[in-house]
């Protein structure tokens, strides 16, 4: 009993965490306060709608500014299956999914980018991927390097380990 009271108080405080983070980047300008629409944008930044009755309900508690504090903000997301369902890792479309996936890419891309420019060159590339060939490696870039510039962008390795072809 001891052992799920503990991982419960270390999953509770990561989600804390999880939540003050969306929180601070939602806050654009740091007034300690979000627009009802910074909300909406938290989720819409990953490509997750936010139905009107979402809308409504965050209205609710907004001020006549159509803002929330840090505070009403933490107190909503923890109560709201909502915003919950956004934090399960384990659904690859909610927010926290999303997240991780990019913070994983993005180490991921550093590993690559040996010389850190920015890019991954075909040599980079080589580098790590040891047991590809150099056809493989060309026909990655063929198919990846969507700008033509011989070398991949955060944005195109990212599609690529997403395998979005888009």
Same mark, same amino acid.
């Given at each position: 009993?001891?052992?799920?009271?503990?991982?419960?108080?270390?999953? &509770?405080?990561? /989600?804390?965490?999880?939540?003050?983070?969306? @929180? #601070?980047?939602?806050?654009?300008?740091?007034?300690?306060?979000?627009?009802?629409?910074?909300?909406?944008?938290?989720?819409?930044?990953?490509?997750?709608?936010?139905?009107?009755?979402?809308?409504?309900?965050?209205?609710?508690?907004?001020? #006549?500014?159509?803002?929330?504090?840090?505070?009403?903000?933490?107190?909503?997301?923890?109560?709201?299956? @909502?915003?919950?369902? /956004?934090?399960?890792?384990? &659904?690859?479309?909610?927010?926290?999914?999303?997240?991780?996936?990019?913070?994983?890419?993005?180490?991921?891309?550093?590993?690559?980018?040996?010389?850190? #420019?920015?890019?991954?060159?075909?040599?980079?590339?080589?580098?790590?991927?040891?047991?590809?060939?150099?056809? /493989?490696?060309?026909?990655?870039?063929?198919?990846?390097?969507? &700008?033509? &510039?011989?070398?991949?962008?955060?944005?195109?390795?990212?599609?690529?380990?997403?395998? #979005?072809?888009?």
């Amino acid at each position: 009993m001891a052992a799920f009271m503990v991982g419960k108080s270390l999953k &509770d405080r990561r /989600q804390h965490k999880a939540i003050e983070e969306l @929180f #601070d980047n939602a806050d654009k300008n740091g007034n300690g306060r979000i627009s009802v629409q910074e909300y909406v944008n938290i989720f819409s930044e990953h490509g997750i709608t936010v139905d009107q009755e979402e809308v409504e309900k965050i209205s609710q508690l907004a001020n #006549d500014a159509r803002e929330v504090t840090k505070d009403e903000f933490i107190e909503y997301a923890k109560r709201s299956d @909502f915003f919950k369902s /956004q934090l399960d890792k384990t &659904d690859g479309d909610s927010v926290a999914a999303k997240r991780e996936a990019v913070a994983k890419a993005e180490r991921a891309f550093r590993l690559f980018d040996k010389d850190n #420019d920015g890019y991954i060159t075909k040599e980079e590339f080589q580098k790590i991927s040891k047991k590809l060939s150099r056809e /493989q490696i060309e026909a990655v870039f063929a198919k990846f390097d969507k &700008d033509g &510039d011989g070398v991949l962008s955060f944005e195109e390795f990212r599609k690529m380990l997403n395998k #979005d072809h888009r």
